[in-house]
């Protein structure tokens, strides 16, 4: 069975630009999560999408938003990108609720200039 | 608000030796309550997981992790370490009362190992 897959793995931006991240999950996953990991402030919990609504959101602007599609695929974005945002961006899936194992992406790395 | 403690931000233990990395959860009920490894340019993997019942839990890789409700603990142990346990390890707490996905992690445990 094939594992989380996110593309790209590496990416560069410049401050003010616009970035969208993309996310497949394990086949027959129908929640996806994402989290934000920083040297500074750790793993971070950013949103999770099911069933093409968002479950869940973290403490982040609104600069960030998701978007999940019929396929379990997910989307993130991040408008107005700012220095701060340089991160690794790991994406998990699992079958359904908390008591299903999360399983992670090898993430995207994001570094703007 | 939930929170994870991980006292150590660094341990570095011998070849063989035994480990404990520690990891402390403020909640206000029983959380789920997880321990991932993350090597060096990879995901995070699940190596345990308690929600309820027995308080001593086996993981992958030989580690078992021990859920302390009076001292609100969940420390990782594992009685002989290998060189390719080298990682870093983060404890996680899930809400119990939420059917959603929401995992607040640690700080996180940089595991290095001596031959």
């Known amino acids: 069975k094939a594992g989380v897959t996110q593309t790209p793995r590496y990416l560069i931006k410049t401050r003010g630009q616009q970035v969208t991240l993309s996310c497949s999950p394990i086949?027959?996953?129908?929640?996806v999560s994402w989290y934000q990991q920083t040297p500074g402030q750790g793993l971070q919990f950013l949103f999770e999408?099911?069933?093409?609504?968002?479950?869940n959101k973290g403490n982040f602007p609104g600069r960030f938003s998701g978007r999940q599609f019929s396929n379990s695929r997910s989307e993130m974005n991040v408008s107005t990108l700012e220095l701060g945002d340089s991160a690794l961006y790991l994406c998990?899936?699992?079958?359904?609720?908390?008591?299903?194992?999360?399983?992670f992406g090898p993430g995207t790395r994001l570094t703007v200039l | 608000a939930q929170s994870v403690t991980q006292p150590d931000i660094h341990i570095t233990v011998s070849e063989g030796a035994s480990l404990e990395l520690r990891c402390n959860y403020s909640?206000?009920?029983?959380?789920?309550l997880f321990w991932y490894v993350q090597s060096p340019g990879q995901g995070l993997q699940l190596l345990l997981k308690?929600?309820?019942?027995?308080?001593l839990v086996q993981g992958i890789k030989g580690f078992e992790a021990e859920f302390k409700r009076s001292q609100s603990s969940f420390n990782l142990r594992k009685p002989s370490v290998h060189w390719s346990d080298a990682a870093e390890y983060f404890c996680?707490?899930?809400?119990?009362?939420?059917?959603?996905?929401?995992?607040?992690f640690g700080g996180g445990t940089r595991l290095m190992v001596k031959p």
């Open positions: 998990a899936s699992s079958y359904l609720g908390p008591t299903d194992t999360q399983y």
């Open positions: 086949s027959g996953h129908r929640s």
């Open positions: 999408y099911f069933s093409e609504t968002q479950r």
């Open positions: 909640y206000g009920a029983t959380p789920y």
């Open positions: 308690y929600f309820s019942g027995d308080t």
């Open positions: 996680a707490v899930g809400p119990f009362n939420n059917a959603g996905n929401m995992l607040t």
